[in-house]
T-cell receptor, first 115, second 117 residues
Framework: DTAVSQTPKYLVTQMGNDKSIKCEQN?????MYWYKQDSKKFLKIMFS???????INETVPNRFSPKSPDKAHLNLHINSLELGDSAVYFC??????????????FGAGSRLTVL | AQSVTQLGSLVSVSEGALVLLRCNYS??????LFWYVQYPNQGLQLLLK??????LVKGINGFEAEFKKSETSFHLTKPSAHMSDAAEYFC???????????????FGDGTTLTVKP
């Protein structure tokens, strides 16, 4: 059983399109995240949800909209895709916020290529 | 604010040699520190972590790291490199506490470890 699963694994699309990436975790964790890894492998946090509530929202264009229907799911919708959105997007989860070790469990990533 | 600096974006060692990957951090409060490993086309996996207590922490695959507060460092070592250790390694710092920054992990830029036969 995959702990954090993301779909799709690969996504190739044209500029201007809208796309979504889905994430599900079966670890019972309270907190989920979206990270973006660019072509140089730099990893930046985008969003974090705790029990369906947005708690971290980094400087990300409004074209990116996360949605958490329940604490086991965190989806990422991207409008009007641009070339610079090409990256690997990682979903992650952890067992809590605040005091705690906050070990992140990552999904395998979704590689988005915008042509 | 917290930050992480990994010195050396590329480290190359021979099989059987010592592995040393450097990580320095900046944090306004005592941090939680982590090393993650990323194998090609995979997500990141936890190697080891430091929260409190013993400053020398041991992780999986023979890796260990030592928290040195005076040097604000958390370098990763392994006595003898194996070919399977070739991967991308990320140091991360998390801000503990209950404010808005709590739980936010900041990652270093990563170090690519190559192991020569």
């Amino acid at each position: 059983d995959t702990a954090v699963s993301q779909t799709p694994k690969y996504l190739v699309t044209q500029m201007g399109n809208d796309k979504s990436i889905k994430c599900e975790q079966n670890l019972g964790h309270d907190t989920m995240y979206w990270y973006k890894q660019d072509s140089k492998k730099f990893l930046k946090i985008m969003f974090s949800y705790n029990n369906k509530e947005l708690i971290i929202n980094e400087t990300v264009p409004n074209r990116f909209s996360p949605k958490s229907p329940d604490k086991a799911h965190l989806n990422l919708h991207i409008n009007s895709l641009e070339l610079g959105d090409s990256a690997v997007y990682f979903c992650a989860s952890s067992s809590g916020t605040g005091w705690g070790a906050n070990v992140l469990t990552f999904g395998a990533g979704s590689r988005l290529t915008v042509l | 604010a917290q930050s992480v600096t990994q010195l050396g974006s590329l480290v190359s060692v021979s099989e059987g040699a010592l592995v040393l990957l450097r990580c320095n951090y900046s944090s306004s409060v005592p941090p939680y520190l982590f090393w993650y490993v990323q194998y090609p086309n995979q997500g990141l996996q936890l190697l080891l972590k430091y929260t409190t207590g013993a400053t020398l922490v041991k992780g999986i695959n023979g890796f260990e790291a030592e928290f040195k507060k005076s040097e604000t460092s958390f370098h990763l070592t392994k006595p003898s490199a194996h070919m399977s250790d070739a991967a991308e390694y990320f140091c991360a710092v998390t801000h503990p506490g209950n404010n808005t920054n709590a739980g936010k992990s900041t990652f270093g830029d990563g170090t690519t470890l190559t192991v020569k036969p």
